[in-house]
């Protein structure tokens, strides 16, 4: 009984990983819901590189890659595709200046958002991805 007060509320790694695996639906549901300027604020501040690791996904990414764990296909929807695809929006936003993107659509701005936030734990990166990637104040 005494340990059952002592461990109610604590996570157990069935429970950690349970909650891991719904993580990735929930963040897309709560971006969604998210105002168009509350995405712009997030977007921006990611390509700005807080509370976001590009360099450690990055490499995160090629290690995936180098033990064939991902695979390139150049296809929309594929993990390095969208990746690539998000680098690029990214050297665009270093090269022009903060504050533009490729397009001016709350969609284009809410898919790269989504993408962003969910990518490192949909290339497998597990909760190393998770928490390279991703501001975890923001999840919820």
Not at 78 to 101: A, I, M, P, S, T
Request: proline share 2%.
């Amino acid at each position: 009984m005494a340990t059952n007060r002592l461990t109610q509320g604590v996570m157990n790694s069935d429970s950690a990983l349970r909650e891991f695996t719904r993580w990735p639906k929930r963040e897309v549901l709560r971006i969604e819901a998210l105002p168009d300027q509350d995405v712009i604020s997030e977007l921006e501040s990611i390509m700005d590189g807080r509370n976001y690791s590009w360099h450690s996904i990055n490499e995160q990414m090629q290690a995936q890659l180098d033990k064939r764990a991902l695979e390139f296909t150049a296809e929309d929807g594929d993990v390095l595709f969208e990746w690539n695809n998000l680098c690029h929006e990214k050297r665009n936003w270093e090269q022009e200046g903060r504050g533009r993107f490729s397009l001016s659509c709350a969609e284009f701005n809410r898919d790269c958002l989504i993408n962003l936030k969910i990518i490192p734990t949909k290339a497998g990166l597990g909760f190393e991805g998770k928490q390279s990637g991703l501001d975890l104040t923001t999840s919820t």
